[in-house]
T-cell receptor
Framework: AQKVTQAQTEISVVEKEDVTLDCVYE???????LFWYKQPPSGELVFLIR??????QNEISGRYSWNFQKSTSSFNFTITASQVVDSAVYFC????????????FGEGTQLTVNP | GAVVSQHPSRVICKSGTSVKIECRSL??????MFWYRQFPKQSLMLMAT?????????EQGVEKDKFLINHASLTLSTLTVTSAHPEDSSFYIC???????????FGPGTRLTVL
């Protein structure tokens, strides 16, 4: 069975600080996909990244970066120089290849960036 | 990117009435659509998976007679909440998958309030 754990329920930072959101997953499949989504107060999910299990390269996209480590089953997300507009709930999710794209979401981390 | 729409975006109804929510893929054919429910300050929980032309597969604990899902075409799936009660008040989100593995596109969500 697949499981995603986001241990940080809420994080509060001051603008321009760097912040890392943790994500730990469990799966028995060797082929799987990991995702991060942002959910602003409007509720609409915003896709941030998808990673497959065979690609452990870290990725950077502007102020966002992701650290995928299979050895620790983690897929952490870092926002550099945070901004007020980054305030949202962030979800990590997992999809096993054998599950037909069924997504299992973590509990989410509420990030608040204060001016 | 692929666009998924939901209608209505918000609905308020009286207890005992039925409510239909539509999910459409606007620029691609969705062989599979997923329905999620999200209670306030909680994560998204998968309710059911619907494949075009066949019966939906419901997750454990989801009443199939209460949450009727129809996926009559490759671009439209509907969720009908029958005899809605206040405890059904929630944010309902659909997603659609094209032929690519692990790729889902989310609708903007429908906020249901049952009085």
């Amino acid at each position: 069975a697949q499981k995603v754990t986001q241990a940080q329920t809420e994080i509060s930072v001051v603008e321009k600080e760097d912040v890392t959101l943790d994500c730990v997953y469990e799966t028995r499949d060797t082929t799987y996909y990991l995702f991060w989504y942002k959910q602003p107060p409007s509720g609409e999910l915003v896709f941030l990244i998808r990673r497959n299990s065979f690609d452990e390269q870290n990725e950077i996209s502007g102020r966002y970066s992701w650290n995928f480590q299979k050895s620790t089953s983690s897929f952490n997300f870092t926002i550099t120089a945070s901004q007020v507009v980054d305030s949202a709930v962030y979800f990590c999710a997992l999809s096993e290849y054998t599950s037909g794209s069924r997504l299992t979401f973590g509990e989410g981390t509420q990030l608040t960036v204060n001016p | 990117g692929a666009v998924v729409s939901q209608h209505p975006s918000r609905v308020i109804c009286k207890s005992g009435t039925s409510v239909k929510i539509e999910c459409r893929s606007l620029d691609f054919q969705a062989t599979t659509m997923f329905w999620y429910r999200q209670f306030p300050k909680q994560s998204l929980m998968l309710m059911a998976t619907s494949n075009e032309g066949s019966k939906a597969t419901y997750e454990q604990g989801v009443e199939k007679d209460k949450f009727l899902i129809n996926h009559a075409s490759l671009t439209l799936s509907t969720l009908t909440v029958t005899s809605a009660h206040p405890e059904d008040s929630s944010f309902y989100i659909c997603s659609a998958r094209d032929t690519g593995p692990g790729e889902q596109f989310f609708g903007p969500g429908t906020r249901l309030t049952v009085l």
